[in-house]
């Protein structure tokens, strides 16, 4: 029994952001974390991309689903871990990688760019044969309405699912830089305490800074705002 549930679309930057954050903590705290499904693409089925998204997002979003079919073939022929493995190494090539060498949306669908994920991630590349296979996206389909069922339908991604099956789920938490190690259990724990609450509902900012990712062109710190943690003053840079 896991956990810890995080369910991910690989091509959304602020669940990245938050897997770093957790993968440190769970590291630290021995948790055990089960990586599972929830798509961009078909939570936004209903939608009119060319009204409601910059041009790039549908090919992106598409790119996710596509990836996620190689993720559930993965899970089955492989297991669980390695879901968790390829998530890492295919994170690490859509997020930490140079903007002017990440690939754009539509190509983080295709076999030339997973291929390398997938031998960085010590997985077979013919694996990537799913990426084509719609047979895979009931599986997909099935996982985001797991997720949706935790929720509620006005959310985004990354979900998680606190001690589950019991535990608490909600959609976030979204940061846009990752806490220091020396800190991240510590803001985890207040993240738990919160979610052990059976009254939580929501908590909710749209005021956010850049992503601190470097396929963003944002190293950490960079975002224009830094915070004193220890103090918990704050500290514009100039």
Same mark, same amino acid.
């Given at each position: ?17 938050t ?5 440190t ?24 991309y060319?009204?409601?998204? @910059? $041009? &790039?997002?549908? !090919?992106?979003?598409t790119?996710?689903l596509?990836?996620l079919?190689?993720?559930? #073939?993965?899970? /089955? ?7 968790g ?10 997020h ?5 060498r ?8 295709t076999?030339?760019?997973?291929e ?13 044969a ?14 985001t309405d ?17 001690e @589950? $099956? &019991?535990?608490? !789920?909600f ?11 020396? #800190?991240a259990? /510590? ?7 919160l ?23 944002v ?10 943690w220890h ?8």
């Amino acid at each position: 029994m896991a956990d810890l549930h995080f369910y991910f679309d690989p091509v959304c930057p602020f669940a990245w952001l938050t897997s770093r954050w957790v993968r440190t903590v769970a590291a630290q705290r021995e948790y055990d974390v089960d990586w599972r499904f929830i798509s961009l693409r078909l939570l936004n089925a209903h939608v009119d991309y060319d009204s409601h998204f @910059p $041009p &790039e997002y549908e !090919a992106g979003h598409t790119a996710g689903l596509r990836l996620l079919r190689v993720a559930a #073939r993965t899970r /089955e022929e492989h297991g669980r871990a390695a879901v968790g493995t390829l998530y890492e190494r295919l994170g690490e090539r859509i997020h930490d990688t140079e903007p002017d060498r990440p690939g754009t949306a539509a190509e983080r669908g295709t076999r030339a760019y997973l291929e390398p994920v997938l031998e960085r991630a010590g997985l077979p590349a013919d694996l990537a044969a799913a990426l084509d296979d719609d047979r895979w996206d009931a599986v997909v389909q099935a996982e985001t309405d797991e997720a949706l069922a935790l929720t509620g339908k006005d959310v985004g991604t990354p979900i998680l699912h606190f001690e @589950p $099956p &019991e535990g608490v !789920a909600f959609f976030g938490p979204v940061i846009s830089r990752v806490p220091p190690e020396d #800190r991240a259990a /510590e803001l985890w724990d207040h993240v738990v305490g919160l979610a052990r609450f059976p009254g939580f509902a929501e908590l909710k900012r749209s005021l956010r800074e850049r992503p601190q990712l470097v396929s963003a062109g944002v190293a950490p710190g960079e975002a224009g705002v830094q915070e004193d943690w220890h103090g918990g003053s704050r500290r514009t840079k100039r």
